[in-house]
């Protein structure tokens, strides 16, 4: 289990290679929900997007003799972006697995880092057997997105950071995928805050996080088709026993409701984040009562986002 | 002509109706400038956009007599928001004369602060004209666009903050349509600053200003054509008089330039802008060798946009 002590530490190991990324507020939105609503602008993060937290720390807590032969993982979004760039900010090779149909504008960005990319095909079998067999044939270090203490305690400085500058938080939403900032949100609440409550929102086109809340295993989604494209993997063992300890509720939105913040967003707040990263907000909308009068922490987890897909988004 | 106390008192007068912009810095797009750019953030203004500050002056540099029976303007773009925005926090009304093909977007924008629209056929004459009868028939006071002093020392607040927050900048580079931007931040920047060069980015589809600065007079635009719709209008004798002075050079960019430095802001930087706030970027990127080794400043000046535009502007 992460500690309190992991998590600052972790802090420590990843401050100089991580942004401290500002809190930003909007009137109008605060007036729509009735609450003070604080956004974590990890959007402005290094890559784009908090997972270079997680990826970071598990990079940084390996001993030299492992980290030589390199870092590896299989991703098609943020934690590829954040492996390469660890990779290359210690000097190591990274190797990254991505489904041959990935979004061109993705493999760009890992390339972009220097890392050598092997495509698989897009199922989760693929990934894992090809990540097996570069691990095997390099010896180098496998890096879970999610399923990985180091990961989730990385992922914890984010509301840990919130609480520093925002003590008075008294609750926090986070969007939930395999569930690694959710668990990081959900301890680093627990441990730094005083009683502040943790929500996560899921999309209803990727409902297995609310699932597995519910019947305490991990499930599988009903069906998988959501624009929030980060939130499309499943929970694992650990990251649902930090979930069902400390997270107090899971919100489901739909397709038209995560469009809607993300066009509240764009147009008030005027900053660019991927479809993902509204989750949470879309949740707090639609559950006004449950956050009214509450000083409410929203982590806007990423700004990735391939910008020819806006016409479809945000059709006249 | 507008002198530096009129400037300084612009400034007291609208203090607490404007937001203290932020100014961001962007180490990958320093690097393909080599230059160290500070991106003054007015996409983060109240209204979004740096008008309110010219607007807001003209304003509350009016007589109780002469608001008392409301401000007009005809605008179909920012100004207008800033003149109804003005209105409203004055507790006056406001008549806003817009083109009947003024985009639904900014007529929603322009009737949620509350504000009066005549709609006019779509040319400079019938503007004119309709905005003439409502000022005869109301007694409202007319604040132009940009051919007003109290506009121009308005907007010249902008490059004042700049400054102040930055006091080693050597250039600073701001869009020019009708120049009350542009002649503000030459003189503030005159002001204010120590030997600071001022250039102004327009674009290829609007080029009036650039030949004006040639010949000397106020010329009209070859032809008007660009996504950059905050900047089709034309100087006047005013702005050029002030341009002419105190202005280094401006450069053209291209309609494929101003798509390439949106591109890279909402990339990059992660900040919702509009086109005409990315001409200045797009002409730096263009003339590389001008901004080299310097501290240079930019206006972004508003964020302002047609999300179903994003389709058309970034295709795959």
């Known amino acids: 289990m992460v500690t309190k002590n992991d998590i600052e530490q972790a802090h420590k190991l990843i401050a100089k290679y991580i942004h401290r990324t500002p809190i ?15 956004f974590k602008c990890e959007n402005f993060q290094k890559i784009g997007a908090f997972k270079i937290r997680g990826g970071m720390n598990a ?34 090779k990274a190797y990254i697995v991505m489904p041959e ?15 050598e990319i092997s495509f698989c095909q897009p199922n989760q079998a693929a990934r894992e057997a090809t990540v097996q067999k570069i691990v095997e044939a390099t010896g180098a270090a ?12 990385g992922q914890a400085t984010c509301v840990k950071e919130m609480i520093e500058d ?10 939930v995928g395999g569930g690694g900032l959710l668990s990081g949100t959900a301890l680093g609440a627990h441990y730094f805050g005083e009683n502040i409550q943790v929500y996560a929102g899921e999309p209803e086109g990727a409902a297995d996080a609310v699932l597995s809340f519910k019947t305490g295993k991990v499930e599988k989604a009903p069906f998988v088709n959501t624009i929030a494209d980060g939130l499309m993997t499943s929970l694992s063992e650990r990251t649902l026993g930090i979930i069902k300890t400390y997270v107090k509720d899971i919100f489901l939105v739909s397709e038209e409701e995560i469009k809607g913040a993300l066009r509240l967003v764009y147009e008030r707040m005027k900053i660019v984040v991927e ?42």
């Open 101 to 115: 149909n990935a979004p061109a504008v993705k493999v760009k960005a890992v390339q972009g880092y220097g890392a």
């Open 142 to 153: 496998f890096i879970h997105p999610f399923d990985n203490d180091r990961v989730i305690g």
């Open 59 to 92: 990079a940084l807590s390996l001993s030299p003799e492992k980290l030589a032969n390199g870092i590896a993982t299989h991703s098609s979004g943020n934690h590829a972006q954040a492996i390469a760039f660890a990779a290359r900010e210690l000097g190591v």
């Open 166 to 175: 925002m003590p008075q938080l008294a609750v926090v939403v986070a969007p």
């Open 24 to 38: 930003l507020t909007n009137t109008s939105i605060n007036a729509m929900v009735g609450a003070e609503l604080f």
């Open 275 to 316: 479809p993902s990263c509204v989750v949470p907000l879309a949740a707090v909308l639609k559950n006004k009562a449950v956050f009214e009068g509450k000083k409410t922490g929203i982590i806007l987890t990423g700004g990735n986002v391939d910008l020819s897909a806006f016409g479809e988004w945000f059709q006249q």
